[in-house]
């Protein structure tokens, strides 16, 4: 467990020691600090294998661009993801809450969670066996 400080504008997780939101800027000064699971980075398969996870709260998964230099957290590329088969740069993300959540960005294809299409900018919640569909490549989500 750690203790932190939830923004009551933006819902950041935030270290307890903060004065004001590191997303939004929001004054900490009358927010209590509660207990929260410690961060632990997803745990992700494709194709049955693991997949490097980075340890941070949010987590960007789409396909680099070597001719602008984007890469994101996660890179579909050397798993096939092209904008062939329907991947985006910046396709979804996963945001630590306390729990991890799952948010389209407007992808070109749209992300689905267990068959259902996600709606842009609306996150939904992780569980354990939740299989996520990025083009035509199926991540599945362990916890
Ligand atoms: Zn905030």
Redesign the pocket.
């Known amino acids: 467990m750690a203790l932190i400080k939830l ?1 009551p ?4 997780r935030n270290g307890a020691e903060e004065r004001e ?1 590191v ?4 004054s900490l000064a009358m927010t209590e600090p509660l207990d929260a699971p410690a961060l632990s980075a997803p745990k992700l398969s494709l194709n049955h294998r693991a997949l490097y996870v980075p340890l941070q709260t949010e987590i960007i998964i789409g396909r680099a661009d070597r001719d602008t230099g984007w890469y994101p957290d996660i890179d579909l590329t050397q798993y096939g993801a092209s904008s062939k088969n329907g991947v985006s740069r910046r396709h979804v993300r996963l945001i630590w809450n306390g729990e991890w959540q799952i948010e389209d960005l407007g992808s070109l294809n749209g992300t689905y969670l267990n068959q259902r299409r996600l709606k842009p900018s609306e996150p939904l919640p992780l569980l354990p066996g939740s299989v996520i569909q990025i083009g035509k490549l199926f991540l599945t989500y362990h916890g």
């Open positions: 923004c504008n933006c819902t950041q939101c997303k939004c800027g929001t």
